[in-house]
C-alpha cells in the first residue's frame, strides 16, 4: 500500500524502508524531482515524464554534503505535502539485477537527511504535461508505485522556509563537493522545461539567481 504521508508521520531522518516493502513492488520505480531529473547516474531501462499529486517542491532542504558544507549549507528540494499540487518529474525503471546497486547508491546519495517512501506516480498519454492534477487529464493516465526519497521538516538538515530574495542569495553563495548550488538549481529548471512541467518556485528561483549574476 502507499504510504499517505498527510496521515502517517514520518521517519525523523534518513529512514530506509524495510527491504521487504520494496521487493513487493511489482516493478521498482524510482521517481526523482531534483537532482535525480536531470542527474540519475545509475541504471535504469526505461524513463519516462511523471507528476506525483498531493505534493508541491520547495528548495527548504539544507545541503552539507552535496552542494554546500556544515558551516555554509546549500539549499536543494524536497518535497511537502498541499492537496492542491503537483510535482512534475522524472521516473525511472530499474531492472532486477541493477535493483540492489541502484539502492545501495541511492541510500549514500541521499544519505543527507531524506527518507524512502512509496507513493502512486502517474504517467500521462501524449506527454500531456499542461494537467495540474491526474483528474484533470483527458488521456486517463496510467499509474504505478515508485520510491522516492523525501527530506521531512523533522531531519537535521531541513532549513524550511524563507524569502525568496534570502533563498536565492544562499544558492548562490553555496558551493559543496558535488559543485555549485546554482548548478543544481539551473540544472533543475532546465530539465523540467524539457518535459514541459511548470514550477513557479523553482522558475522564480531560477529568475533571481541570474540576477544576481549580473554585475551591477
Same mark, same amino acid.
Given at each position: 500500500? +502507499?504510504?499517505?504521508? %498527510?496521515?502517517?508521520?514520518?521517519?525523523?531522518?534518513?529512514?530506509?524502508?524495510?527491504?521487504?516493502?520494496?521487493?513487493?513492488?511489482?516493478?521498482?520505480?524510482?521517481?526523482?524531482?531534483?537532482?535525480?531529473?536531470?542527474?540519475?547516474?545509475?541504471?535504469?531501462?526505461?524513463?519516462?515524464?511523471?507528476?506525483?499529486?498531493?505534493?508541491?517542491?520547495?528548495?527548504?532542504?539544507?545541503?552539507?554534503?552535496?552542494?554546500?558544507?556544515?558551516?555554509?549549507?546549500?539549499?536543494?528540494?524536497?518535497?511537502?505535502?498541499? %492537496?492542491?499540487?503537483?510535482?512534475?518529474?522524472?521516473?525511472?525503471?530499474?531492472?532486477?539485477?541493477?535493483?540492489?546497486?541502484?539502492?545501495?547508491?541511492?541510500?549514500?546519495? /541521499?544519505?543527507?537527511?531524506?527518507?524512502?517512501?512509496?507513493?502512486?506516480?502517474?504517467?500521462?498519454? &501524449?506527454?500531456? &504535461?499542461?494537467?495540474?492534477?491526474?483528474?484533470?487529464?483527458?488521456?486517463?493516465?496510467?499509474?504505478?508505485?515508485?520510491?522516492?526519497?523525501?527530506?521531512? /521538516?523533522?531531519?537535521?538538515?531541513?532549513?524550511?522556509?524563507? +524569502?525568496?530574495?534570502?533563498?536565492?542569495?544562499?544558492?548562490?553563495?553555496?558551493?559543496?563537493?558535488?559543485?555549485?548550488?546554482? /548548478?543544481?538549481?539551473? &540544472?533543475?529548471?532546465?530539465?523540467?522545461?524539457?518535459?514541459?512541467?511548470?514550477?513557479?518556485?523553482?522558475?522564480?528561483?531560477?529568475?533571481?539567481?541570474?540576477?544576481?549574476?549580473?554585475?551591477?
Amino acid at each position: 500500500q +502507499s504510504i499517505n504521508l %498527510l496521515m502517517e508521520p514520518l521517519p525523523e531522518t534518513a529512514d530506509v524502508l524495510p527491504p521487504e516493502t520494496i521487493n513487493a513492488l511489482q516493478e521498482l520505480w524510482i521517481f526523482g524531482y531534483g537532482s535525480l531529473v536531470w542527474r540519475p547516474a545509475f541504471d535504469h531501462d526505461l524513463k519516462k515524464p511523471a507528476f506525483l499529486k498531493g505534493f508541491k517542491r520547495r528548495f527548504w532542504q539544507g545541503s552539507r554534503d552535496h552542494r554546500g558544507t556544515d558551516k555554509n549549507p546549500g539549499r536543494v528540494v524536497t518535497l511537502l505535502p498541499d %492537496l492542491d499540487e503537483v510535482t512534475w518529474g522524472m521516473a525511472y525503471r530499474v531492472s532486477p539485477s541493477s535493483r540492489d546497486d541502484v539502492l545501495e547508491y541511492l541510500d549514500v546519495r /541521499e544519505k543527507g537527511g531524506y527518507s524512502q517512501v512509496i507513493v502512486d506516480i502517474f504517467f500521462p498519454q &501524449n506527454h500531456c &504535461n499542461h494537467c495540474k492534477a491526474p483528474s484533470d487529464c483527458p488521456q486517463n493516465p496510467t499509474s504505478v508505485q515508485a520510491l522516492v526519497y523525501i527530506a521531512t /521538516e523533522r531531519n537535521i538538515a531541513y532549513l524550511g522556509p524563507n +524569502s525568496m530574495d534570502k533563498i536565492a542569495t544562499q544558492i548562490f553563495h553555496s558551493h559543496g563537493p558535488s559543485g555549485a548550488n546554482t /548548478e543544481y538549481l539551473l &540544472n533543475l529548471a532546465k530539465g523540467l522545461r524539457a518535459i514541459n512541467a511548470d514550477d513557479p518556485h523553482v522558475f522564480e528561483l531560477e529568475q533571481r539567481v541570474k540576477l544576481l549574476s549580473v554585475p551591477s
